[in-house]
């Protein structure tokens, strides 16, 4: 099973922290397979990336600027094309209101 994992990842807390424990510990269940999607680079990418974990910054998205919102969801859609997934999980209302309509 494939599980993309979506995060803002400006700021790093509990749900960053969640994220990078699941990318350490990948290869306790060989049959899922996770990848990880975040908004804004920092430590969440440094910590991933140190993980060895399959990771996608798609770029800063701000609510406030709709066309970083078009962008990221554009970029979005772009992963989604050239990667299949069995589920998506959105990390934060956030992050559902950013990308559940892509």
């Known amino acids: 099973m494939r599980i993309l994992h979506i995060a803002n990842g400006a700021i790093y807390g509990?749900?960053?922290?969640?994220?990078?424990?699941m990318a350490k510990h990948q290869t306790?269940?060989?049959?899922?397979?996770?990848?990880?999607m975040y908004c804004s680079p920092?430590?969440?990418?440094?910590?991933?990336?140190?993980?060895?974990?399959?990771?996608?910054?798609?770029?800063?998205v701000r609510l406030s600027r709709?066309?970083?919102?078009?962008k990221g969801r554009r970029r979005f859609r772009a992963l989604?094309?050239?990667n299949h997934y069995d589920?998506?999980?959105?990390?934060?209302?956030?992050a559902m209101v950013l990308f559940g309509s892509a």
């Open 14 to 21: 509990g749900v960053e922290k969640a994220l990078v424990s």
């Open 28 to 36: 306790s269940c060989r049959s899922l397979e996770q990848h990880f």
């Open 42 to 60: 920092g430590r969440l990418q440094t910590d991933l990336r140190a993980t060895g974990a399959l990771a996608f910054c798609i770029g800063s």
């Open 66 to 70: 709709p066309q970083t919102v078009a």
């Open 80 to 82: 989604l094309e050239d």
């Open 87 to 94: 589920a998506i999980i959105c990390h934060s209302p956030r």
